[in-house]
């Protein structure tokens, strides 16, 4: 089954990276192994949360330079991959939004909107972007797969609500013009072979 999973995306991903002129990143595949789906049209909505009031997609860190002036949010850092087989199931949406606002009034806002799936964490790291892990094959009861901090200090504020096969993670850090801030919504979705996405 893996075997064919990564040929799936060693064919899918150079055709994405291939197709970078079009408007349209995305690439679907649908075939009797699975179904995979691969774009850049996540936005908060597909994370399972509001947008954050005058928040703006983050443009593509590698391309902010270049022709600034053409639809800035043609190239925004945005990921949405799903991947469908009989044995297990995984998706995963990450939004990066930009907003004027300093990071305390995001966490405040994001911090009561992600009340409805669960008890929130509060967590602090280093590095932007934070870890997300899931083990679809772990055995484990769901009391081990609950999330934790790997790392409680540092300028990025992570909140996260769930558990490893199912989680929100919204993580929040300061600018670095030191003027408003960055975040990025995560959803990530996995099973084994039983259940829905």
Not at 40 to 60: C, F, I, Q, T, V
Not at 142 to 159: F, Y
């Amino acid at each position: 089954m893996f075997r064919h999973l990564t040929l799936l995306l060693a064919v899918a991903l150079p055709v994405v990276a291939q197709d970078s002129g079009t408007r349209n990143k995305n690439l679907d595949i649908t075939s009797p192994v699975g179904d995979l789906h691969i774009g850049n049209d996540a936005d908060a909505r597909k994370a399972g949360l509001p947008l954050y009031p005058g928040a703006r997609p983050k443009p593509d860190s590698q391309n902010k330079d270049k022709d600034k002036d053409k639809d800035k949010d043609k190239d925004s850092d945005q990921a949405n991959l799903s991947l469908l087989t009989e044995a297990f199931g995984m998706k995963l949406v990450v939004a990066k939004y930009d907003s004027d606002d300093d990071p305390a009034k995001i966490i405040d806002f994001y911090r009561d909107k992600l009340k409805k799936y669960g008890k929130v964490l509060e967590c602090h790291s280093e590095k932007h972007g934070g870890d997300v892990e899931a083990d679809v094959d772990s055995k484990d009861s769901s009391e081990n797969k609950q999330l934790k901090c790997d790392e409680n200090s540092g300028p990025v504020t992570e909140l996260k609500v769930g558990t490893e096969d199912n989680q929100h993670i919204v993580a929040i850090e300061p600018r670095d013009a030191g003027k408003g801030s960055t975040f990025a919504l995560v959803y990530l979705r996995t099973r084994g072979k039983l259940g829905d996405i």
